[in-house]
Nanobody, 122 residues
């Protein structure tokens, strides 16, 4: 059993920076693919970023602004959000899966956190 807990969300202004954290329980954290997804009101959950070993992947909408990383010694994944925009407003979810799967698709992840709200004002 793997449990994920997100933190770091909040209310920020456009152009600000924010770092989300995802603390994971269990063994073999380093072997898990980690992903960040977000869901805005009235919209479907969409892919934001993922990391698998040394490879990272980003949605076009956040590429160049967001950075995903992990600290295996701390069992924690991060999403560094720079130059945030109002359209980044959403609930952000951390996800994990043992297999490679399709990293950009939510249904391929087994474990999910509870979500953390990010609101960007203009």
């Amino acid at each position: 059993q793997v449990q994920l807990v997100e933190s770091g969300g909040g209310l920020v202004q456009a152009g600000d920076s924010l770092r989300l954290s995802c603390a994971a329980s269990g063994r073999s954290f380093s072997s898990y693919a980690m992903g960040w997804f977000r869901q805005a009101p009235g919209s479907e959950r969409e892919f934001v970023a993922a990391i698998r070993w040394s490879s990272t992947y980003y949605a076009d909408s956040v590429k160049g602004r967001f950075t995903i990383s992990r600290d295996n010694a701390k069992n924690t994944a991060y999403l560094q959000m720079n130059s945030v925009k109002p359209e980044d407003t959403a609930v952000y979810y951390c996800a994990a899966d043992r297999s490679a799967g399709v990293l950009t698709t939510a249904r391929f992840y087994t474990y999910w956190g509870q979500g953390t709200q990010v609101t960007v004002s203009s």
